[in-house]
């Protein structure tokens, strides 16, 4: 639907970008995926909105649990489910049932997802396509892809 540039000199914009998805209400049910080369910044980009998203201690990468899970507390509202996948170890198209990835879509809650081109068919169109790539100097060139109404309301 709508397709946006970004230019992230460091990380400290990866910073700032993670902060102001995090206050945006359309949020908490979103499904985003996070595109790029190993090293691009997936994780990294999950963990400074998690952390903007109040969570504290350490942030695990999903890459060999396929999935980490989090219950977060907000003020005056209901805990948000915060399910961060990471498929690049998937193998078989019977783990996902096996797993119960399934049921963890349908649920409410919001999403995040690294190598979801690995499992090309079972997720749901996400919401919100990141797609991070990695400059000579070290930069990175972020495209920011809305494919519902919710992404778009996430690109506000
Ligand atoms: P991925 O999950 O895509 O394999 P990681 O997030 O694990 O990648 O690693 C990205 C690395 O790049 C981290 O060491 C991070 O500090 C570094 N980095 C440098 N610049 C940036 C940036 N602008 N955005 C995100 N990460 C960056
Ligand atoms: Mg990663």
Redesign the pocket.
Known sequence: LETRTQH????????VFAASLARNAALADATLE?E?????????????LLRALGVQGRIK?P?YAVVELYELERPGLPPLAVSHF?F?RFESPDEWEDAGFRELFAAPGLKLC?WAEKVAGRLPPPDLRIG?Q?EAD???T?TLQALTPRGQELLR
């Open positions: 992230w000199p460091d990380e400290s914009s990866c910073e996070l790029g080369t190993l090293g691009a910044g997936k994780t990294t980009f999950v963990r400074h990468s890459t990471d690049y690294e991070l990695m070290d930069s990175r972020v």
